[in-house]
Protein backbone atom coordinates (compact mmCIF):
# COMPACT_ATOMS: atom_id res chain seq x y z
CA UNK A 1 0.00 0.00 0.00
CA UNK A 2 2.76 2.33 0.03
CA UNK A 3 1.97 3.74 -3.55
CA UNK A 4 -1.72 4.22 -2.54
CA UNK A 5 -0.36 5.88 1.06
CA UNK A 6 1.87 8.41 -0.98
CA UNK A 7 -1.25 9.27 -3.49
CA UNK A 8 -3.19 9.72 -0.89
CA UNK A 9 -1.31 11.77 1.20
CA UNK A 10 0.18 14.02 -1.36
CA UNK A 11 -3.38 14.60 -3.09
CA UNK A 12 -6.30 14.84 -0.10
CA UNK A 13 -4.09 17.93 1.01
CA UNK A 14 -6.18 19.94 -2.14
CA UNK A 15 -9.34 18.86 -1.45
CA UNK A 16 -10.36 21.87 -0.10
CA UNK A 17 -8.88 24.20 -2.96
CA UNK A 18 -10.89 21.86 -5.11
CA UNK A 19 -14.69 22.32 -3.02
CA UNK A 20 -13.70 26.14 -3.15
CA UNK A 21 -12.94 25.48 -7.41
CA UNK A 22 -15.76 24.17 -7.97
CA UNK A 23 -18.60 26.68 -7.30
CA UNK A 24 -16.59 29.33 -9.62
CA UNK A 25 -15.07 26.92 -12.91
CA UNK A 26 -17.50 25.13 -15.11
CA UNK A 27 -19.99 22.20 -14.49
CA UNK A 28 -17.84 19.04 -15.06
CA UNK A 29 -18.19 17.54 -18.82
CA UNK A 30 -18.08 21.16 -20.01
CA UNK A 31 -14.83 20.95 -21.45
CA UNK A 32 -12.37 18.44 -21.37
CA UNK A 33 -8.89 19.37 -20.08
CA UNK A 34 -5.90 17.43 -22.42
CA UNK A 35 -2.29 17.18 -21.24
CA UNK A 36 0.18 19.43 -23.16
CA UNK A 37 3.34 19.14 -21.10
CA UNK A 38 5.41 16.07 -20.02
CA UNK A 39 7.29 17.91 -17.17
CA UNK A 40 4.05 18.76 -15.01
CA UNK A 41 1.31 16.25 -13.78
CA UNK A 42 -2.11 16.61 -15.35
CA UNK A 43 -4.71 18.56 -12.92
CA UNK A 44 -8.37 18.64 -13.64
CA UNK A 45 -10.47 20.65 -10.98
CA UNK A 46 -14.06 20.05 -11.71
CA UNK A 47 -13.60 19.10 -15.65
CA UNK A 48 -12.56 15.81 -17.46
CA UNK A 49 -8.75 15.25 -18.45
CA UNK A 50 -7.42 13.65 -21.00
CA UNK A 51 -4.25 11.67 -22.00
CA UNK A 52 -3.26 11.08 -25.70
CA UNK A 53 -1.64 7.38 -26.40
CA UNK A 54 1.57 9.66 -27.20
CA UNK A 55 1.58 11.44 -24.14
CA UNK A 56 3.11 10.81 -20.64
CA UNK A 57 3.05 12.65 -17.69
CA UNK A 58 4.25 12.31 -14.12
CA UNK A 59 1.25 11.75 -12.16
CA UNK A 60 -2.36 12.44 -12.79
CA UNK A 61 -5.07 14.16 -10.17
CA UNK A 62 -8.72 14.53 -10.95
CA UNK A 63 -11.31 16.48 -8.46
CA UNK A 64 -14.81 16.05 -9.31
CA UNK A 65 -14.34 15.31 -12.92
CA UNK A 66 -13.76 12.00 -15.17
CA UNK A 67 -10.29 10.36 -16.78
CA UNK A 68 -9.50 8.86 -20.05
CA UNK A 69 -6.03 8.15 -20.14
CA UNK A 70 -4.19 6.56 -22.91
CA UNK A 71 -0.63 7.63 -22.72
CA UNK A 72 2.10 6.91 -19.91
CA UNK A 73 1.74 7.82 -16.02
CA UNK A 74 5.29 7.88 -14.09
CA UNK A 75 3.66 8.05 -10.52
CA UNK A 76 0.04 7.88 -9.29
CA UNK A 77 -3.36 8.36 -10.88
CA UNK A 78 -5.47 9.52 -8.19
CA UNK A 79 -9.30 10.91 -9.03
CA UNK A 80 -11.86 11.98 -6.71
CA UNK A 81 -15.61 11.96 -7.46
CA UNK A 82 -15.33 10.68 -11.17
CA UNK A 83 -14.50 8.12 -13.15
CA UNK A 84 -11.58 6.48 -14.76
CA UNK A 85 -11.10 5.04 -18.42
CA UNK A 86 -7.42 3.45 -18.54
CA UNK A 87 -6.15 2.33 -21.59
CA UNK A 88 -2.29 3.35 -20.88
CA UNK A 89 0.42 2.17 -18.69
CA UNK A 90 0.40 3.18 -15.06
CA UNK A 91 3.96 3.01 -13.13
CA UNK A 92 2.15 3.59 -9.78
CA UNK A 93 -0.85 3.45 -7.89
CA UNK A 94 -4.81 3.69 -8.72
CA UNK A 95 -6.16 5.32 -6.16
CA UNK A 96 -10.60 6.53 -7.02
CA UNK A 97 -12.86 7.68 -4.34
CA UNK A 98 -16.60 7.72 -4.98
CA UNK A 99 -15.89 6.91 -8.81
CA UNK A 100 -15.74 3.45 -11.23
CA UNK A 101 -12.68 2.31 -13.05
CA UNK A 102 -12.75 0.83 -16.78
CA UNK A 103 -9.59 -0.66 -17.16
CA UNK A 104 -10.03 -1.75 -21.18
CA UNK A 105 -7.66 -3.68 -23.39
CA UNK A 106 -3.70 -2.77 -23.48
CA UNK A 107 -4.19 -1.27 -20.06
CA UNK A 108 -1.24 -1.63 -17.18
CA UNK A 109 -0.81 -0.58 -14.06
CA UNK A 110 2.50 -1.66 -11.92
CA UNK A 111 1.13 -0.75 -8.47
CA UNK A 112 -1.57 -1.23 -6.14
CA UNK A 113 -5.30 -0.62 -7.36
CA UNK A 114 -7.81 1.69 -4.35
CA UNK A 115 -11.66 1.96 -5.35
CA UNK A 116 -13.84 3.20 -2.88
CA UNK A 117 -17.53 3.76 -2.84
CA UNK A 118 -16.92 2.68 -6.57
CA UNK A 119 -16.90 -0.94 -9.26
CA UNK A 120 -13.66 -1.94 -10.95
CA UNK A 121 -14.38 -3.60 -14.67
CA UNK A 122 -11.43 -5.27 -16.10
CA UNK A 123 -11.63 -6.27 -19.77
CA UNK A 124 -9.65 -9.72 -20.99
CA UNK A 125 -6.76 -7.48 -22.37
CA UNK A 126 -6.11 -5.30 -19.23
CA UNK A 127 -3.15 -6.08 -16.79
CA UNK A 128 -3.35 -4.61 -13.04
CA UNK A 129 -0.58 -6.51 -11.26
CA UNK A 130 -0.91 -5.39 -7.69
CA UNK A 131 -3.41 -5.72 -5.16
CA UNK A 132 -7.09 -4.67 -5.67
CA UNK A 133 -8.82 -3.32 -2.86
CA UNK A 134 -12.53 -2.71 -4.48
CA UNK A 135 -14.86 -1.46 -1.49
CA UNK A 136 -18.39 -0.96 -3.21
CA UNK A 137 -20.94 -0.25 -1.05
CA UNK A 138 -24.27 -1.47 -2.82
CA UNK A 139 -24.57 -4.17 -0.45
CA UNK A 140 -25.26 -1.86 2.40
CA UNK A 141 -27.68 0.74 2.01
CA UNK A 142 -27.36 2.96 5.06
CA UNK A 143 -23.87 3.38 4.62
CA UNK A 144 -24.64 3.94 0.79
CA UNK A 145 -26.03 6.68 1.70
CA UNK A 146 -24.14 8.31 4.07
CA UNK A 147 -21.61 8.14 1.65
CA UNK A 148 -23.73 9.50 -0.97
CA UNK A 149 -24.80 12.36 1.41
CA UNK A 150 -20.67 12.90 1.86
CA UNK A 151 -19.96 12.83 -2.07
CA UNK A 152 -22.70 15.26 -3.22
CA UNK A 153 -23.40 17.54 -0.22
CA UNK A 154 -20.16 17.37 2.30
CA UNK A 155 -17.71 17.85 -0.58
CA UNK A 156 -19.59 20.30 -1.88
CA UNK A 157 -19.96 21.96 1.37
CA UNK A 158 -23.65 21.79 1.38
CA UNK A 159 -26.40 20.33 3.35
CA UNK A 160 -28.80 19.46 1.77
CA UNK A 161 -27.80 18.15 -1.45
CA UNK A 162 -30.65 17.91 -4.53
CA UNK A 163 -29.97 14.52 -5.80
CA UNK A 164 -29.69 12.20 -2.44
CA UNK A 165 -33.62 11.36 -2.06
CA UNK A 166 -33.24 10.27 2.05
CA UNK A 167 -32.40 13.54 3.02
CA UNK A 168 -35.40 15.17 1.94
CA UNK A 169 -36.78 13.30 5.06
CA UNK A 170 -34.29 15.30 7.60
CA UNK A 171 -35.92 18.98 7.08
CA UNK A 172 -39.24 16.86 6.23
CA UNK A 173 -38.99 15.93 10.04
CA UNK A 174 -37.76 19.27 11.56
CA UNK A 175 -40.59 21.22 9.91
CA UNK A 176 -42.99 18.35 11.91
CA UNK A 177 -40.85 19.47 15.19
CA UNK A 178 -40.61 22.97 14.63
CA UNK A 179 -44.32 22.59 13.83
CA UNK A 180 -44.69 21.01 17.29
CA UNK A 181 -42.73 23.91 19.21
CA UNK A 182 -45.06 26.41 17.71
CA UNK A 183 -48.24 24.60 18.98
CA UNK A 184 -47.10 24.29 22.21
CA UNK A 185 -45.09 27.37 22.81
CA UNK A 186 -46.64 30.27 20.07
CA UNK A 187 -46.33 33.14 22.91
CA UNK A 188 -42.31 31.81 23.35
CA UNK A 189 -41.96 31.45 19.66
CA UNK A 190 -43.20 34.71 18.56
CA UNK A 191 -41.21 36.50 21.49
CA UNK A 192 -38.17 35.06 19.62
CA UNK A 193 -39.25 36.06 16.62
CA UNK A 194 -39.74 39.71 17.62
CA UNK A 195 -36.62 40.00 19.31
CA UNK A 196 -34.78 38.91 15.89
CA UNK A 197 -36.43 41.10 14.22
CA UNK A 198 -36.44 44.16 16.73
CA UNK A 199 -33.21 43.86 17.72
CA UNK A 200 -30.94 41.99 14.94
CA UNK A 201 -27.44 42.93 15.59
CA UNK A 202 -27.94 42.80 19.39
CA UNK A 203 -29.29 39.13 18.76
CA UNK A 204 -26.36 38.14 17.00
CA UNK A 205 -24.16 39.34 19.33
CA UNK A 206 -26.29 37.50 21.86
CA UNK A 207 -26.00 33.96 19.62
CA UNK A 208 -22.22 34.74 19.04
CA UNK A 209 -21.79 34.95 23.12
CA UNK A 210 -24.33 31.65 23.57
CA UNK A 211 -22.23 29.55 21.23
CA UNK A 212 -18.99 30.43 23.06
CA UNK A 213 -20.07 29.88 25.93
CA UNK A 214 -21.99 26.74 24.69
CA UNK A 215 -18.71 25.71 23.18
CA UNK A 216 -17.27 25.61 26.30
CA UNK A 217 -19.47 23.86 28.32
CA UNK A 218 -19.81 20.56 26.58
CA UNK A 219 -16.72 19.19 27.79
CA UNK A 220 -18.17 19.74 31.09
CA UNK A 221 -21.62 18.54 29.94
CA UNK A 222 -19.78 15.32 28.60
CA UNK A 223 -17.94 14.72 31.87
CA UNK A 224 -20.75 15.33 34.20
CA UNK A 225 -22.64 12.74 31.43
CA UNK A 226 -22.56 9.14 33.26
CA UNK A 227 -23.83 11.60 36.77
CA UNK A 228 -27.23 11.74 34.49
CA UNK A 229 -26.83 15.68 34.72
CA UNK A 230 -24.80 15.90 31.42
CA UNK A 231 -27.29 14.20 29.79
CA UNK A 232 -29.96 16.56 31.13
CA UNK A 233 -28.06 19.82 30.04
CA UNK A 234 -27.20 17.94 26.54
CA UNK A 235 -30.97 17.25 26.39
CA UNK A 236 -31.39 20.58 27.29
CA UNK A 237 -29.30 22.91 24.76
CA UNK A 238 -30.64 20.29 21.79
CA UNK A 239 -34.05 21.46 23.31
CA UNK A 240 -32.92 25.29 22.97
CA UNK A 241 -31.20 24.61 19.74
CA UNK A 242 -34.40 23.27 18.02
CA UNK A 243 -36.54 26.19 19.57
CA UNK A 244 -34.16 28.68 17.91
CA UNK A 245 -34.41 27.10 14.36
CA UNK A 246 -38.03 27.38 14.75
CA UNK A 247 -37.84 30.66 15.65
CA UNK A 248 -35.28 31.71 13.51
CA UNK A 249 -37.32 29.52 10.23
CA UNK A 250 -40.97 31.45 11.42
CA UNK A 251 -39.01 35.30 11.27
CA UNK A 252 -37.56 33.99 7.99
CA UNK A 253 -41.28 33.39 6.52
CA UNK A 254 -42.69 36.51 8.27
CA UNK A 255 -39.94 38.81 6.62
CA UNK A 256 -40.32 36.88 3.23
CA UNK A 257 -44.10 37.56 3.81
CA UNK A 258 -43.95 41.29 4.68
CA UNK A 259 -41.46 41.68 1.38
CA UNK A 260 -44.11 40.03 -0.67
CA UNK A 261 -47.20 42.61 0.88
CA UNK A 262 -49.03 39.63 2.11
CA UNK A 263 -50.30 39.64 5.75
CA UNK A 264 -51.32 35.98 4.89
CA UNK A 265 -47.68 34.43 4.61
CA UNK A 266 -46.87 36.59 8.13
CA UNK A 267 -49.28 34.00 9.75
CA UNK A 268 -47.17 31.64 11.99
CA UNK A 269 -47.79 28.18 10.24
CA UNK A 270 -47.66 29.89 6.63
CA UNK A 271 -44.69 31.74 8.04
CA UNK A 272 -42.63 28.39 9.30
CA UNK A 273 -43.79 26.76 6.08
CA UNK A 274 -42.42 29.57 3.92
CA UNK A 275 -39.12 29.66 5.74
CA UNK A 276 -38.70 26.63 5.67
CA UNK A 277 -38.77 26.28 1.80
CA UNK A 278 -36.30 29.02 1.16
CA UNK A 279 -33.87 27.34 3.80
CA UNK A 280 -34.19 24.41 2.21
CA UNK A 281 -33.12 25.85 -1.62
CA UNK A 282 -30.90 27.90 0.56
CA UNK A 283 -29.25 24.68 1.61
CA UNK A 284 -28.77 22.99 -1.62
CA UNK A 285 -26.17 25.83 -2.99
CA UNK A 286 -22.32 24.53 -2.83
CA UNK A 287 -20.61 26.67 -0.26
CA UNK A 288 -23.29 28.98 0.50
CA UNK A 289 -25.91 26.25 1.83
CA UNK A 290 -23.52 25.50 4.75
CA UNK A 291 -22.76 29.23 4.81
CA UNK A 292 -26.28 30.11 5.72
CA UNK A 293 -26.69 27.28 7.59
CA UNK A 294 -23.57 27.71 10.02
CA UNK A 295 -24.10 32.40 9.94
CA UNK A 296 -27.54 31.70 10.93
CA UNK A 297 -27.69 29.64 13.84
CA UNK A 298 -25.84 32.56 16.47
CA UNK A 299 -29.04 34.84 15.14
CA UNK A 300 -31.68 32.30 16.30
CA UNK A 301 -29.82 31.57 19.39
CA UNK A 302 -29.58 34.70 20.46
CA UNK A 303 -33.02 36.02 19.57
CA UNK A 304 -33.90 33.23 22.59
CA UNK A 305 -31.42 35.12 24.62
CA UNK A 306 -32.57 38.24 24.29
CA UNK A 307 -36.17 37.33 24.66
CA UNK A 308 -35.58 35.62 27.54
CA UNK A 309 -33.39 38.54 29.13
CA UNK A 310 -36.49 41.02 28.31
CA UNK A 311 -38.73 38.56 29.89
CA UNK A 312 -36.89 38.07 33.28
CA UNK A 313 -36.22 42.05 33.13
CA UNK A 314 -40.22 41.93 32.84
CA UNK A 315 -40.73 39.83 35.55
CA UNK A 316 -38.35 41.59 37.85
CA UNK A 317 -40.36 44.74 36.97
CA UNK A 318 -43.46 43.02 38.19
CA UNK A 319 -42.20 41.85 41.19
CA UNK A 320 -40.27 44.64 42.23
CA UNK A 321 -41.76 47.44 44.60
CA UNK A 322 -41.89 50.84 42.94
CA UNK A 323 -39.58 53.07 43.77
CA UNK A 324 -39.88 56.32 45.88
CA UNK A 325 -39.77 59.81 43.82
CA UNK A 326 -36.60 60.95 44.44
CA UNK A 327 -36.25 64.24 46.19
CA UNK A 328 -33.87 67.24 46.01
CA UNK A 329 -34.64 68.21 49.28
CA UNK A 330 -33.47 67.76 52.52
CA UNK A 331 -35.35 67.44 55.35
CA UNK A 332 -34.19 69.87 59.12
CA UNK A 333 -34.74 68.43 62.62
CA UNK A 334 -37.86 70.25 63.06
CA UNK A 335 -39.46 69.25 59.71
CA UNK A 336 -39.16 72.18 57.73
CA UNK A 337 -37.64 71.68 54.09
CA UNK A 338 -34.12 72.65 53.38
CA UNK A 339 -32.30 73.09 49.80
CA UNK A 340 -30.00 70.78 49.41
CA UNK A 341 -26.36 72.18 48.99
CA UNK A 342 -24.96 71.01 45.54
CA UNK A 343 -21.44 72.08 44.69
CA UNK A 344 -21.04 72.84 41.19
CA UNK A 345 -17.34 71.91 41.03
CA UNK A 346 -17.67 68.60 42.04
CA UNK A 347 -17.76 65.73 39.42
CA UNK A 348 -20.82 63.90 39.24
CA UNK A 349 -21.48 60.68 40.94
CA UNK A 350 -20.52 57.50 39.18
CA UNK A 351 -23.83 55.69 38.45
CA UNK A 352 -24.45 51.99 39.00
CA UNK A 353 -26.19 49.99 36.45
CA UNK A 354 -30.04 49.71 36.63
CA UNK A 355 -32.36 47.89 34.71
CA UNK A 356 -34.70 50.88 32.83
CA UNK A 357 -38.25 50.60 33.41
CA UNK A 358 -39.45 54.06 31.54
CA UNK A 359 -39.74 56.44 34.30
CA UNK A 360 -38.32 54.77 37.39
CA UNK A 361 -35.46 52.28 37.34
CA UNK A 362 -33.86 49.95 39.79
CA UNK A 363 -30.27 48.84 41.07
CA UNK A 364 -28.87 45.82 39.52
CA UNK A 365 -28.00 42.91 41.45
CA UNK A 366 -24.01 41.14 42.16
CA UNK A 367 -25.46 37.86 40.03
CA UNK A 368 -26.67 39.93 36.91
CA UNK A 369 -23.55 42.26 36.60
CA UNK A 370 -21.23 38.77 37.53
CA UNK A 371 -23.27 37.79 34.75
CA UNK A 372 -22.60 40.60 31.78
CA UNK A 373 -18.91 41.37 32.96
CA UNK A 374 -18.58 37.43 32.02
CA UNK A 375 -20.30 37.56 28.90
CA UNK A 376 -17.84 41.10 28.31
CA UNK A 377 -14.98 38.89 28.97
CA UNK A 378 -15.60 36.13 26.83
CA UNK A 379 -16.66 38.45 23.74
CA UNK A 380 -13.42 40.41 23.69
CA UNK A 381 -11.33 37.06 24.29
CA UNK A 382 -12.50 35.99 21.29
CA UNK A 383 -12.20 39.33 19.64
CA UNK A 384 -8.70 39.91 20.88
CA UNK A 385 -7.97 36.39 19.82
CA UNK A 386 -8.98 36.81 16.22
CA UNK A 387 -7.17 40.28 15.23
CA UNK A 388 -4.02 38.62 17.36
CA UNK A 389 -3.97 41.60 20.12
CA UNK A 390 -0.92 40.97 22.33
CA UNK A 391 -1.28 40.85 25.97
CA UNK A 392 -0.22 44.01 26.72
CA UNK A 393 -2.63 45.55 25.01
CA UNK A 394 -5.77 43.50 26.30
CA UNK A 395 -6.54 46.08 29.08
CA UNK A 396 -6.81 48.89 26.70
CA UNK A 397 -9.07 46.88 24.27
CA UNK A 398 -11.02 46.18 27.26
CA UNK A 399 -11.29 49.76 28.33
CA UNK A 400 -12.17 51.29 25.30
CA UNK A 401 -14.53 48.69 24.85
CA UNK A 402 -16.69 49.65 27.82
CA UNK A 403 -15.86 53.51 26.93
CA UNK A 404 -17.17 53.27 23.43
CA UNK A 405 -20.46 51.11 23.72
CA UNK A 406 -21.45 53.29 27.57
CA UNK A 407 -21.14 56.30 25.75
CA UNK A 408 -23.16 55.03 22.28
CA UNK A 409 -25.86 52.92 23.52
CA UNK A 410 -25.45 53.19 27.93
CA UNK A 411 -24.42 49.58 28.16
CA UNK A 412 -22.14 46.70 27.01
CA UNK A 413 -23.31 44.04 24.90
CA UNK A 414 -23.23 41.43 28.30
CA UNK A 415 -25.57 44.03 29.98
CA UNK A 416 -27.70 44.67 26.98
CA UNK A 417 -28.50 40.87 27.18
CA UNK A 418 -29.79 41.07 30.56
CA UNK A 419 -31.41 44.26 29.91
CA UNK A 420 -29.00 46.33 32.17
CA UNK A 421 -28.48 50.43 31.47
CA UNK A 422 -25.94 52.93 33.11
CA UNK A 423 -28.44 55.77 33.82
CA UNK A 424 -27.29 59.30 35.67
CA UNK A 425 -28.69 60.08 39.09
CA UNK A 426 -31.28 62.11 37.17
CA UNK A 427 -32.21 59.10 34.71
CA UNK A 428 -31.05 60.24 32.03
CA UNK A 429 -28.21 58.25 30.04
CA UNK A 430 -24.35 58.74 30.86
CA UNK A 431 -22.19 60.76 28.65
CA UNK A 432 -18.76 60.30 27.66
CA UNK A 433 -17.22 62.10 30.59
CA UNK A 434 -18.94 59.58 32.91
CA UNK A 435 -17.90 56.46 30.63
CA UNK A 436 -14.30 57.40 30.79
CA UNK A 437 -14.48 58.21 35.09
CA UNK A 438 -16.11 54.37 35.63
CA UNK A 439 -13.64 52.58 33.17
Not at 322 to 335: C, D, I, Y
Not at 401 to 407: D, N, R
Request: aromatic residues 8%.
Amino acid sequence: MSSISRSLSSLLSLWAFATLWITISPSPVAAAKVATSGHEPLLGFSQDVVLEQDQQVPAVAVFYGNARLEGVVDDAVFVLHGDLELAGEVRGGVVVLFGNVHAKDGARVRGQTLVLAGSLTEDPGASLRGRKHIYSLDSFPIVKGGVDWVSNGLFYLRPLPHNVAWVWWVPAAFFGLYLFLSLMMPRPIQASVEAIAGHPVISYGAGLLACVVLLFSMPLFLVLAPLGIGLLLIAATLMIAAFSRAAMTQFLGAQLGRALRSTTLERPFLALLLGSLLLCALYTLPVLGLLVWVASFPLALGGVVVAAGSALKAWRQSTSPPAEPASSESFTPGGSAAPAIIDPNSPPPLPNPTISTGIQSRPVGFFIRTVATTLDLILIAVVGGVLGVSPQLWMLLWTLYHVVLWSWMGSTIGGRVLGCELLEADGSRIGFRTSVIRA
